[in-house]
């Protein structure tokens, strides 16, 4: 375990917490959230968060530099899980259009 655990909901923000200290560590949102968080990866470093929105959107978060990187955008629901294969390599995403999406 990392000892880093990620907290997201309705007000758009991801937030990750030292799991030792108890403490905030950093915060991932758009000045003025529009849509909730509904589910959250990381890469495997750990550099990237992977934040699914009500929005029908997944925001990728660098981690280093507080911002988003990139956006994937191709699901018609919002977003109801998201994981990382054990390689690394893609990002898979569900949502409430049924679909599963195979990213890399």
Not at 28 to 35: D, K, L, R, T, V
Not at 38 to 47: E, P
Request: glycine share 10%.
């Amino acid at each position: 375990s990392s000892g880093i655990n990620a907290e997201y909901g309705d007000d758009g923000i991801v937030r990750l917490f030292d799991v030792r200290s108890d403490q905030e560590i950093s915060q991932y949102s758009y000045e003025y959230p529009i849509a909730g968080v509904s589910s959250v990866a990381t890469s495997l470093s750990g550099r990237i968060i992977f934040a699914g929105y009500d929005d029908f959107n997944v925001i990728l978060w660098d981690t280093l530099l507080g911002e988003p990187v990139a956006v994937l955008s191709e699901h018609q629901g919002k977003l109801s899980c998201l994981g990382v294969d054990k390689d690394g390599v893609a990002l898979c995403t569900g949502s409430w259009d049924n679909l599963l999406k195979i990213w890399n």
